[in-house]
């Protein structure tokens, strides 16, 4: 097939998806995410049963995800500096990065110091709001929240709610099933 076959072929291919996308579910994605199933890479990642992620999603080294975990769009999961595991029914909105090293020292010294490394643990039932970043080493408790923005490079408690940079305890999460409330401190 000509180059100039494949890419009529291909907008024909994208105009029509993008037609379904928008008649079913109201939304227009970029081309791939639009094209592939989420639960198809998901499962082809190893990643638990009813778990998905977008394709414009990257993973990186050893990256473990739960059952009926959604990655959104636009995802960084680096499982490269000792690995990513992230829980059941957890939400991990568009736009996080998790991220298990970091080469600041290595830069600041001149290539002297090594890069660091620090495993990450997502417990199950966490939501993690859009464009966070989790920092490595760092273990978040099951039933927690994570605001939207935020950088977390410490500990987060089991049903405790964090947000801002760095992110800090601002409430927690009360309860259980259809009885869950979140409780702000101010």
Known sequence: MSPDALRTALEELRKAREATLARYHSRSLPFADGLFDRWERAHRLGFGAGASIYDSSCVFGDV????????????????????????SFCSISSGVQIYTHDTVGWALSGGILPRREGRVRIGDRVYIGSQSIVSLGVTIGATSVVGANSFVK??????????????????????DGEAIRLVYDR
């Open 154 to 175: 410490a500990d987060v408690p089991e049903r405790t709610i964090v947000a801002g940079s760095p992110a800090a305890p601002i409430g927690r999460v009360e309860g």
């Open 64 to 87: 473990q995800v739960g059952e009926n975990t959604w990655i959104g769009p636009w995802t960084i999961l680096d499982g490269s500096g000792g690995g990513l595991s992230i829980g």
